[in-house]
């Protein structure tokens, strides 16, 4: 059975996944047959992976994830082919706007239009490979006081938890570039991962906005194809982030006895900083779970998450309107579709650090802006050789500082 059809019993407002949503399976059972085989192992012993029961999340995400926009198959067919086709064309202009000849060549990873429930479960797959290095720590820390029954239980809970977390999210996103899709458990996926393009999060903001489907697709193109190649012009950007991840979530983690009660705090004082006015900084939680080594783990990952959200939108807005006619109407009702929010949204939106990560989209890219003008795109491409070329926060925010240690 194709994709198509697959989804095909699905509700007539969503939108069914395209080809290769199969490359999102573990390793080809059914859901049923993967449930079973955790619950059977976990009868014999713990293991990492028990404690988070990732299918539950995949599986809780799937069914509460708001229903997509109506369409039709042939409407359908169309929005695939047209990601599918634009997603091609952009690179040749993500190629000329950055100079890195990395754009030249990308079939070391793939491009996949997904619908909702596909990218929640795609990302289930991702967090279980950053995750798994930390919660083997934490396991061992912890052997012989946790039984496969509470591990089973607890793995139950966090797994419903997250998958009501992606389930929310699964509604937001309209791209996303996963590096490390190759390193999940009997991934298919190439080694330099996947794009996934959401299109039934595409097709109703390009609705929402009234703007041309033609080019606000290519528009979300050029900024997703961009992270795209900036893995492939630096391939050892994913081991780094996957070593700050380890290294972050290992803090956390570690502190685990205590991470539930300063959870509690951090969304205590949400309401107290938003009545004030007072923007969290990273997000209610983010900003609340930390000790001078989380802080220093977080202000790095900051850092390189505002370069490449960053440089992903100088990027996108580089574009004129010989490429993307419309390009000003886009970015002009993109900027203002977030005043219409409500509450309850915006409350989420704090508490998970989602409206931080469009300062990093701000703050990266006045940065690379500043870089650019000094040092032209040539120059700013020398972050891309090493680790060491990596912009620190304090840089982000001060490119000078960056081009002095660059000698730029």
Known sequence: MGPMESTAR???????????????????????AQSTNAQSNAAQSVS?????????????AARLAPAGPVLNQAEIAEAV?????????????VHEITGLEAARDLRDSTVLVVDRASWAKANTQSFAVMLKPAMEKMLESRRGTLSPAAASVSGAITGSQLGAVLA?????????????AAMAEGSNAPSGGRLLLVAPNIVSVERELNVTPEDFRLWVCLHEQTHRVQFAAAPWLRHHMLQQIDELSGHLLGNVDSLMERATAAARSLKDRTATGTTPGRGAILDLLQDPEEKAAISHLTAVMSLLEGHANVVMDAVDASIVPSVKTIRQRFNDRGKDRGVIEKFIRSLLGLDAKMRQYSDGARFVRAVVDVAGMEGFNRVWESVDHLPTEPEIHDAKLWLERMGL
Not at 10 to 32: H, R
Not at 168 to 180: A, E, H, N, T, W
Request: aromatic share 6%; hydrophobic share 35%; glycine share 4%.
């Open 48 to 60: 990492a992976q028990s404690l988070i029961n990732w299918d539950l999340a995949a599986s809780t």
């Open 81 to 93: 082919d047209s990601l599918r086709r634009l997603a091609d064309a952009s690179v040749s202009h």
């Open 168 to 180: 929310f999210l699964s509604s937001k996103v309209l791209g996303q570039y996963d590096p490390f």
């Open 10 to 32: 699905e509700s007539a407002s969503t939108l069914p996944s395209s080809d290769g949503s199969e490359a999102l399976s573990t390793n080809g059972q059914s859901p049923n």
